[in-house]
C-alpha cells in the first residue's frame, strides 16, 4: 500500500512539472523560483517632479541598499525644500492614488504617515526621520518605471504564506520536481539529506545535522545548519564536493528576495549575494522568525514581550503588529495575519451564583452533591489545578488591529495556510489536522494520525510529523499528505 501511495506522489509532482512545462515560454529571469512574483512595472511619473524638488543622493542609496533594488528607483525629498503648497500637490496626489493618511507630520520617530505596500500602482512613499532627530524631515518614494532597472514586486500572497509558513517550522524540507532535500533517516542514521521524489537514491549530505530554513535557487539548495549557511551544488554527486559554506554564524531565519540571501543571527539582518559575497548589514535590530514581504520585515520581538513588529526596509519605521505574544505569524492577504496565541480561559460562576443555584436546587439533591463533593475532596487535592489558559488560532486585521479567534490549537505544532483556509493541529482532537476557513467557520478534520506536529506545505500538500506513529526503529514518521487528508505517504523512508 506504501508503495502505491509513494508512486501515485511521485505521478502527481510529475504532473505539476508537465504542466509548468506547459506553460507559455518567458524569459529565464522572470521564470526563477521566489515568493512573489513579478507583475510587471509602473511607468507612473516621478512624484518629486510634481513639486520640482531635488532627491537627496545619501539617504536615497541608504534605503535603496536596504531595499536591495536599484538606487535610481528610490526618491527622498527634504520636507525644507517644499513649500505648503507643493505639500499639498503631493496629498493630493497620493489620495488620487489610493493611499491613505496613517499619521502626521508631528508625530515623532519613524512613523510613516502617506505609506502605501500596493505594489500594483508601483509606488511606496513615507515620510522618513533621515538625521536621526526625532522627527520626520524627508518624505521617502520608491518608484518602479519600465524606463528603470529596479526590480519591484507585486506580492503573490498565496506564495508569501506557503513560504512563510514553512519559515515559522524550520523548513526543514525542500522538494522540487524530482527531487526532496531535508532532513531524514537513511537506515536509523539522521541528518542532511537528498532524495528523489520516488524513493530512490538516497543520499546522506552531511550526517548527523538538522538542516533548517531549506530553499532551492538556479539548482542550488542553500540551508542553514549549526554554525553556518551553506549552498548545495546539486550537479555534483560527491556529497563533500557538493557542499561550501558561505557563511560562520548561527542563523535564525534564511530568505531569498530579489536575487539575494537575507538571513538574521543574533546581531540582526543581513543580505548578501547567491554565493555568499558582498555582505551587508541592514539593521542591527534584534529579530527572531523573521520574514520579508515587500519593503517590510514582520518579526517576533523579544525584547517588546514576543509581540510581532513589522520593520520597514524602506523607512526604517518599525510597527507593532500583534498586542499578545505570538507563534507561527504569516500574513494570509495583504489586510490579514494569522498567529497563535496564548488566551485566558473564561472565569468560573462566582460563588454568590454558586449559592443562588444550590438555593434553588431540592433539599435532598443538595445534601447528595455535598456527600459527593467530600468524598472528591481528597483526590481533588492530589491533582494538578486546570489551566487557565489555552493556546488559540487568532486572525489580526492589520488596518485596524481588531482581533478574531478562530480555533483551539496545540501549542508549538505550527500553522500553514492553504488557498482560503489556515491548517493547524488541534488541542481538542488529540493532536490531529484540522483547517478553517481564513474568514472563520466551522473546522475541518484534514489527517486522522494523532500528536502531528511541524506542519509545512509544498505544491498544495500537507509535510507533517507523526511522533505518535513510530516506526520499528522507534523514529518519527514524516508524512506528506493532501490537504483532505486522503492520500499519504512517508516521504523519507
Known amino acids: 500500500m506504501m508503495k502505491k501511495f509513494t508512486g501515485l506522489l511521485a505521478l502527481i509532482l510529475s504532473a505539476i512539472f508537465v504542466l509548468a512545462a506547459c506553460q507559455p515560454n518567458v524569459p529565464e529571469e522572470d521564470n526563477k523560483p521566489n515568493y512573489a512574483s513579478y507583475s510587471g512595472y509602473s511607468n507612473i511619473p516621478d512624484l518629486g517632479a510634481l513639486a520640482e524638488a531635488k532627491s537627496q543622493e545619501k539617504p536615497a542609496a541608504a534605503a535603496a541598499e536596504r531595499l536591495s533594488v536599484d538606487p535610481d528607483a ?9 513649500t505648503e503648497e507643493e505639500l499639498k500637490t503631493w496629498t493630493e496626489e497620493l489620495e488620487a492614488r489610493g493611499f491613505e493618511a496613517s499619521g502626521s507630520l508631528e508625530e515623532g520617530g519613524n512613523t510613516v504617515s502617506w505609506y502605501s505596500d500596493d505594489r500594483k500602482i508601483g509606488l511606496v512613499a513615507g515620510y522618513m526621520d533621515t538625521d536621526k532627530q526625532d522627527g520626520m524631515d524627508s518624505f521617502g518614494v520608491l518608484l518602479v518605471s519600465k524606463s528603470l532597472k529596479g526590480k519591484y514586486v507585486d506580492l503573490d500572497y498565496e506564495s508569501v504564506q506557503e513560504g512563510w509558513g514553512n519559515a515559522n517550522n524550520g523548513a ?5 520536481d524530482k527531487k526532496i532535500f531535508g532532513y531524514g533517516y537513511i537506515a ?17 549530505l552531511v550526517e548527523g545535522q538538522r538542516p533548517r530554513y531549506v530553499h532551492e535557487w538556479d539548482k542550488t539548495v542553500y540551508a542553514a545548519l549549526p554554525g553556518r549557511l551553506v549552498a548545495v551544488n546539486t550537479k555534483e554527486k560527491d556529497p563533500e564536493e557538493a557542499i561550501t559554506t558561505l557563511a560562520d554564524a548561527e542563523l535564525t531565519s534564511l530568505q531569498i528576495v530579489n536575487e539575494k540571501l537575507y538571513y538574521t543571527t543574533k546581531n540582526g539582518l543581513y543580505h548578501c549575494d547567491l554565493d555568499g559575497e558582498n555582505t551587508v548589514k541592514v539593521t542591527g535590530q534584534k529579530m ?14 523579544t525584547e517588546d514581550e514576543n509581540t510581532e513588529h513589522a520593520y520597514s526596509l524602506l523607512t526604517e519605521a518599525d510597527t507593532r503588529v500583534t498586542e499578545t505574544a505570538v507563534s507561527g505569524f504569516f500574513l494570509g492577504s495583504k489586510n490579514y495575519g494569522y498567529y497563535i496565541t496564548q488566551q485566558e480561559k473564561a472565569e468560573e460562576p462566582a460563588e454568590e451564583e454558586a449559592e ?7 433539599e435532598e439533591e443538595a445534601k447528595a452533591d455535598a456527600k459527593e463533593d467530600a468524598e472528591l475532596d481528597e483526590s481533588e487535592e492530589a491533582l494538578e489545578e486546570e489551566p487557565t489558559t489555552y493556546w488559540a488560532l487568532m486572525r489580526v486585521n492589520l488596518k485596524d488591529g481588531e482581533v478574531t479567534e478562530l480555533a483551539t490549537v496545540r501549542e508549538n505544532t505550527g500553522i500553514v495556510g492553504i488557498d482560503g483556509r489556515v491548517y493547524y493541529v488541534s488541542d481538542e482532537h488529540d493532536g490531529q489536522i484540522y483547517s478553517v476557513p481564513k474568514k472563520g467557520g466551522t473546522p475541518k478534520r484534514v489527517a486522522r ?3 502531528c506536529s511541524k506542519l509545512m506545505t509544498f505544491h498544495d500538500m500537507l509535510l507533517y510529523y507523526d511522533y505518535d506513529d513510530e516506526t520499528e526503529e522507534g523514529l518519527e514518521h514524516i508524512y506528506i499528505s493532501t490537504t483532505d487528508g486522503f492520500m499519504k505517504s512517508d516521504i523519507l523512508r
Open 74 to 82: 528610490v526618491f527622498v525629498y527634504s520636507l525644507k525644500d517644499l
Open 172 to 176: 526543514s524540507f525542500f522538494i522540487d
Open 188 to 204: 536509523s542514521e539522521d541528518g542532511f539529506l537528498s532524495k528523489n521524489t520516488d524513493s530512490s537514491n538516497a543520499v546522506m
Open 288 to 301: 527572531n522568525d523573521a520574514y520579508l514581504v515587500g519593503d517590510k520585515v514582520f518579526y517576533r520581538d
Open 356 to 362: 443562588e443555584e444550590a438555593k434553588e436546587e431540592p
Open 449 to 451: 494520525d494523532k500528536d
